[in-house]
Every structure is written in structure tokens, then in C-alpha cells.
């Protein structure tokens, strides 16, 4: 059984440095804000991009589940449209997947 009461060296430099990457890019999106475009069509195109980043993950996951996970991602959608509530369509698709391979064994 491993022991994990202590740390190595390797992993504290680890964790350091994902603390001041994940810092970093916050910080230089707030020092960053006051120079993008608030306006115009590079504006527009940067409300999109969470969204756009979201789904590149999203559907290649959903595809290599296969059935179930087309299923869960059409229920995702659906609930979404319906409640346009981001709370209750993750709900329904998770649920959607759990119960699938609960009953199906996908």
C-alpha cells in the first residue's frame, strides 16, 4: 500500500508549478481584459470561444462512448434547449449514461 503522508521533492515542484501556471493565466487575462476588443466582430468571435472550446472536447468524447455517449450528448442538448438551465442538462445526461450502462452494460 502506498504511503501518503509524504511528499517528494518531484511532486511539490509539480504541484507549484501547475499553482502558478493556473495563477498566471488568470492573472494575465485580467491584465489582458482592458486590451480586447469590446466591440466589433473579434469581440463577437471571443463570447463564442468558451463555447466553441467546450464542444471540441465534448463531442470526440461523447463519440468514443459509442452509443450511450451519443445518446447522453443528444439528452445534454435537448434538456439544454428545454430548461436552458447548463445545472439540469448535465443532470440528464450524466443520468442518461449512468443509467444506460447500468441496464445495458454500454
Known amino acids: 500500500m502506498p504511503d501518503f503522508t509524504s511528499f517528494t521533492p518531484e ?3 509539480t504541484i507549484m508549478g501547475m499553482a502558478v501556471v493556473t495563477y498566471g493565466m488568470r492573472l494575465g487575462g485580467l491584465l489582458m481584459a ?3 476588443p469590446q466591440t466589433g466582430r473579434w469581440a463577437h ?3 463564442r470561444l468558451p463555447g466553441a472550446v467546450l464542444i ?3 463531442v470526440p468524447s461523447a463519440l468514443s462512448a459509442g452509443l450511450i455517449g451519443i445518446i447522453g450528448a443528444a439528452g445534454t442538448l435537448i434538456a439544454m434547449i428545454a430548461t436552458r438551465n447548463l445545472f439540469a442538462a448535465m443532470i440528464a445526461g450524466m443520468g442518461l ?3 444506460g450502462r447500468y ?3 454500454a
Do not use: K, P, Y
Open 97 to 99: 449514461v449512468a443509467t
Open 11 to 13: 511532486a511539490i515542484l
Open 34 to 36: 482592458d486590451r480586447l
Open 103 to 105: 441496464f445495458f452494460g
Open 45 to 47: 468571435v471571443l463570447e
Open 56 to 58: 471540441s472536447v465534448w
